[in-house]
């Protein structure tokens, strides 16, 4: 079985590393091959520049296929791997073009795997453990109120003046802002056309507490029977969004005017100013805060809440965002290659020996990942 991981960007080189350094079979592919050999090459010479029509002939049945590219390559890749009876891996989000694989990837005997990164990733797995340990409760009841919030953000470890920082070029940022998103509120759909129009903020429970600026992203909606709630739940809120340290929407208030009438070239100018300004310096560290809560009960008065957080900084190995997206994203590919998961398409496993073995690996990563128990202490 050989692993065929292609791409070496900042966010895959950890993960590509531990399966090296494993002894795994890797084959390395990137579109610069300068680069790959920069970040695996102390460990490897099986390092080739990437392109579909040279992979595809490399793949063998039972090998897996690795997408840390621009999410524009992953279906494509996904397709080949099914061709070659090889099974595939991304961190990203499951696109409607990928879901329409599941059938051609179950006939084929192989797994589709996505969402294994950080976010869309562990919070899934935390999402997961919380809905299992509450079913699993005396409190479980249907009728309970139920309110679930999932927060992911990178941030600056030491905050700066626009209380982010970048470690690549950031239009993918600025774009994001133009977002519409879709989340629960109050037993109701909320939907918001941009992240301002739903800006919020959240105590998250640090060792000293701290406050974040907070709003939801994407489709939260589908992630209810993702993650298991019942059709019959009373659920009051339910968002996956993300987090930014407080302050963040003064700083980048005159952006927020900008991005409606912004043609490509304003926005490239834009994104070239906050590089130049607020870049991570080389060796600097990075910050990622990701809480995940699950509450049963009234608002004020619940008899069952839980929260899962993890907070975790760049130090000697490497800044945090890397090796909390691409080693889950290793953990993946192992468990394809032992047949662990299913064929078809899937997202982070939910089997509760897996989400906790998983977790396990996840602690080693984070200088802090712990359950908070707002009712029992």
Avoid at 220 to 248: C, H, I
């Amino acid at each position: 079985m050989t692993i065929h991981w292609c791409g070496t960007g900042l966010s895959a080189v950890p993960g590509l590393r531990r399966l090296i350094e494993d002894g795994h079979d890797v084959m390395v592919w990137n579109r610069t091959e300068d680069k790959a050999r920069a970040a695996v090459g102390d460990l490897t010479n099986r390092i080739l520049s990437f392109a579909p029509e040279v992979v595809e002939p490399a793949l063998a049945p039972g090998d897996v296929l690795v997408s840390m590219l621009p999410a524009d390559w992953h279906v494509p890749l996904a397709r080949a791997a099914i061709r070659k009876g090889a099974h595939f891996v991304s961190s990203s989000y499951i696109a409607p073009e990928m879901r329409a694989l599941d059938d051609a990837a179950q006939k084929a005997g192989v797994a589709l795997v996505n969402e294994v990164g950080l976010d869309p990733g562990i919070d899934h797995l935390m999402a997961h453990k919380l809905v299992a340990d509450y079913k699993a409760s005396g409190a479980f009841d249907p009728g309970h109120e139920i309110r679930f919030t999932s927060y992911c953000g990178g941030v600056p470890k030491e905050p700066n003046a626009m209380r982010y920082k970048f470690s690549w070029a950031p239009v993918g940022v600025l774009k994001a802002l133009r977002s519409s998103s879709k989340s629960l509120r109050d037993g109701e759909v909320f939907e918001a056309a941009r992240p301002w129009d739903a800006l919020g903020t959240y105590d998250a429970p640090l060792d000293p507490p701290e406050t974040f600026e907070v709003y939801p992203n994407r489709d939260s909606l589908p992630f209810m029977a993702e993650y298991g709630f019942g059709a019959d739940w009373n659920v009051q809120q339910f968002v996956r969004g993300t987090l930014r340290l407080d302050g963040w929407a003064e700083a980048w208030r005159g952006i927020f005017a900008e991005m409606e009438t912004a043609d490509d070239a304003r926005l490239a100018k834009i994104a070239e100013e906050l590089l130049r300004d607020n870049a991570y310096a080389p060796g600097e560290a990075d910050r990622v805060v990701l809480v995940v809560s699950l509450k049963a009960g009234p608002e004020d008065a619940p008899v069952w809440h839980k929260t899962y957080l993890m907070d975790a900084w760049g130090d000697e190995r490497g800044n945090a965002m890397g090796r909390l997206v691409s080693v889950p994203v290793s953990l993946a590919v192992e468990a394809a290659a032992r047949g662990d998961i299913a064929p078809g398409v899937s997202a982070a496993p939910s089997d509760p020996a897996m989400v906790d073995a998983w977790l396990e690996r996840v602690g080693g990563l984070a200088q802090v990942l712990r359950v908070v128990d707002h009712v029992n202490g």
